[in-house]
């Protein structure tokens, strides 16, 4: 069974160009999850999704930073315009979302390293 | 204001010798902790997890205590491997399934032959 799907792996773009990030989450995994990384911290959340609705976005830069995922399966993610600060690791997790402690049992992706110039 | 926190950025241990990572918390409404290891350009993976109504879980070589009153938990690793060496994040939620899961910085361990 395939993983959580990312991509592209790398990006690397000029500060105020746009940028998006794709995943496929695993299949049947209701709730999807985007995450920032930044280099020697921890995955910090930025929006998360059961289904198709985004539950918490409280932390998602919304002047920049857009998020859909239209028929509650794959995601994307948006920033327009990048900055300089927004260089980081994007991480997409999805999870069983049924409650319990199999919601908190994420799987993540490889990641979208993002560099802007 | 950090609620997880791994104190440790680094830790070298000799193979065949245990692992101890640490991690601390200061929201007690936390319910559930869990460990996820990280190798370099791939994303966490799902390591081990407690309740806290236990204050120990074990699987294989990996054994996660927790101290409530303390507010810690920490992760033992025994025996060692080469392929142990990685960044192990603790993580944190609360008790509804709505809680955000709060991950610490992470400590990088290495493994020394």
């Known amino acids: 069974e395939a993983g959580v799907v990312q991509s592209p792996r790398y990006k690397i773009i000029e500060k105020k160009q746009p940028v998006a990030f794709w995943c496929n989450p695993i299949?049947?995994?209701?709730?999807l999850y985007w995450y920032l990384q930044n280099l020697g911290q921890g995955p910090e959340l930025l929006i998360r999704?059961?289904?198709?609705?985004?539950?918490?976005d409280s932390q998602l830069p919304k002047d920049r930073f857009s998020a859909e995922r239209l028929k509650g399966v794959d995601s994307t993610l948006k920033i327009q315009p990048a900055e300089l600060g927004d260089s980081a690791v994007y991480l997409c997790?999805?999870?069983?979302?049924?409650?319990?402690?199999?919601?908190?049992?994420?799987?993540f992706g490889a990641g979208s390293r993002l560099t802007v110039l | 204001d950090q609620q997880v926190k791994q104190n440790s950025p680094s830790l070298s241990v000799q193979e065949g010798r245990i692992s101890i990572l640490n991690c601390d918390y200061t929201?007690?409404?936390?319910?559930?902790f869990l460990w996820y290891k990280k190798y370099p350009a791939e994303g966490p993976t799902f390591l081990i997890s407690i309740s806290s109504i236990k204050d120990k879980n074990e699987d294989g070589r990996f054994t996660v205590f927790l101290n409530k009153s303390a507010k810690h938990l920490s992760l033992h690793i025994v025996p060692s491997q080469p392929g142990d060496s990685a960044v192990y994040f603790c993580a944190a939620s609360g008790m509804n399934r709505d809680d955000k899961i709060i991950f610490g910085k992470g400590t990088r361990l290495h493994i020394l032959p």
């Open positions: 929201n007690s409404m936390f319910d559930y």
């Open positions: 299949s049947g995994h209701n709730t």
């Open positions: 997790a999805s999870s069983l979302g049924t409650g319990g402690k199999g919601a908190n049992v994420l799987t």
């Open positions: 999704y059961e289904n198709e609705e985004a539950v918490d």
